[in-house]
Each structure stands twice: as C-alpha cells, then as structure tokens.
C-alpha cells in the first residue's frame, strides 16, 4: 500500500499481480490506483533525479539504434505502435528525444489513456486488452514496427499474445521491447517467442540486456535489468 511519507510510492497491487490470477480487470485496477502518480514514480523515483524506472528510455534508445540499422537514421514517418503506452512516457521520448511522430498508443487501462491524450503527441489512441482476441481497429501488417516498454512483466501481457502483436507489423518491420522476466519459465516469454522463430513468424535481431528499474528496484521486484529484445516480422 501507499507508505504515508513517501514523495512517489510503488503500489502494492502491482507486487500482487501474478500470470495465475491476472485478467483485464486486475490490470486496470493497478493503473487506476497508480495513473495519478505513475509518472512522478517513474521520472522521479525517490526524489528528483533518481528515476524509479529507466524501461522508456531504454526502450527508446534501443528503438532508434535498431531503426537505425534497419530503416536508415533519417526516416522519421515510421509508423509506429507504442503497445502498453501508459501515460505515454514512452511516446514521448520517441517523439522528442529521437523524432518519431507518427504514433499510435494502444492500452487497456482508460486512467492510464486519459493522461497519454493529454500529452498530445499519438495520432491515434486504442483502448484494449490485447491477449487471444482481434483487435478490430487494427488491419495486418498495419505498423511498420512495435514497441513496448515495461509491459511484458510479471503479471500484465500474457505470451500467447505475441501471435496477436505480431500480426500487426508489415513483412520486414521491427518490434523493440523490454522483459525482465524473459527467462524465468513461469512467464513463457522465451518459450513463445522462440516458438514464433520456429514457425518462421519472425527472427531475432538482438538480445541485449538494458537498465531497467536501476538502483531502485522496488522490494519483491527486483529488476535492475531486463533483456531488450528486438526482432524482424518475416
Ligand atoms: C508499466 S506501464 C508502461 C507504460 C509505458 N509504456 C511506459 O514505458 O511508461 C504498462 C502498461 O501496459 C498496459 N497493459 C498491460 N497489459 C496489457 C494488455 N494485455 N493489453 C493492453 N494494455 C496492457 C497497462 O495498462 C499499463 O498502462
């Protein structure tokens, strides 16, 4: 629970989400308790200056370097879905720190959403969950790539979903995002996604590991890091 005191608390229900019990329900319920300060927990931590969490930044950078490579440093019209976008932190380091602007934010919790509008920097916004289901705003191959920071994580997207992401990015198109938990086998992360490369959906292109919630770790959730993962749609 909030600790009375805290400039910028880490809300218990987040610790209390696990992939046995999650459900669309217990994900907007978190992000309704944390909308109203998830972005000063995030920017500031415990106290200005010490992030609570460094995913968006790494998942910008590593989007950029990837992009890069693939589409070359100038092509800024990528369009680009932010999967999980939150309150749009990770929007906006795209679109100010590396120059993307044509993005759309998909996430399941209105709270979180409502503070994303009012950045103003997506031209679309999607509310859903994404798990087995369609999304029917979404056409195949609409997106030339996909990020997501900080929403493939104990308790929030569930695996099997990647076969729905996945049918949103264009043949030769990139998807960037952050999981501390790749490896733990509860949360069948690597399983799929090695499953996806078997199947010929896509094909890894990076690996790395990056900061995640630093030196901030909250208790029970230690991820200081988390891999970076970057593949390409076949
Ligand atoms: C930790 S926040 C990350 C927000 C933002 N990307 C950032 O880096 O600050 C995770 C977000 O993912 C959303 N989310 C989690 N699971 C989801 C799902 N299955 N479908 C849609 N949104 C989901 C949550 O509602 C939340 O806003």
């Not at 460094?54 to 950078?61: D, F, K, P, R, T």
């Not at 031209?123 to 369609?134: E, P």
């Not at 308790?155 to 043949?171: M, S």
């Not at 399983?191 to 590991?209: D, M, P």
Request: proline share 3%.
């Amino acid at each position: 629970m909030a600790q009375e005191g805290d400039a910028v608390y880490y809300p218990q229900e987040m610790l209390d989400l696990n992939w046995n019990t999650t459900s669309k329900e217990k994900i907007q319920e978190v992000y309704k308790v944390w909308a109203g300060h998830y972005d000063r927990w995030v920017l500031e931590g415990s106290g200005p200056g010490t992030p609570g969490c460094y995913s968006h930044l790494s998942c910008g950078e590593a989007f950029f370097n990837a992009a890069k490579d693939h589409y070359g440093e100038s092509k800024k019209d990528l369009k680009i879905m932010d999967f999980g976008c939150g309150s749009g932190l990770s929007g906006q380091v795209l679109k100010d720190k590396y120059g993307y602007d044509n993005l759309t934010g998909l996430d399941v919790s209105e709270d979180m959403l409502n503070i994303a509008r009012q950045r103003n920097i997506y031209k679309t916004l999607i509310s859903a969950f994404v798990g087995t289901d369609r999304i029917k705003e979404i056409q195949d191959g609409e997106y030339d790539a996909v990020i997501s920071s900080g929403v493939f994580q104990t308790g929030q997207v569930r695996a099997n979903a990647l076969d729905e992401i996945t049918r949103w990015i264009k043949p030769g198109g990139i998807m960037c995002f952050t999981c501390p938990v790749f490896d733990k086998e509860e949360s069948g992360y690597k399983e799929k996604c090695e499953s996806l490369e078997k199947e010929g959906k896509w094909t890894l292109v990076s690996n790395k590991e990056a900061e995640y919630y630093g030196d901030k770790a909250p208790k029970g959730r230690g991820y200081k890091t988390c891999r970076m993962l970057v593949y390409k749609k076949l």
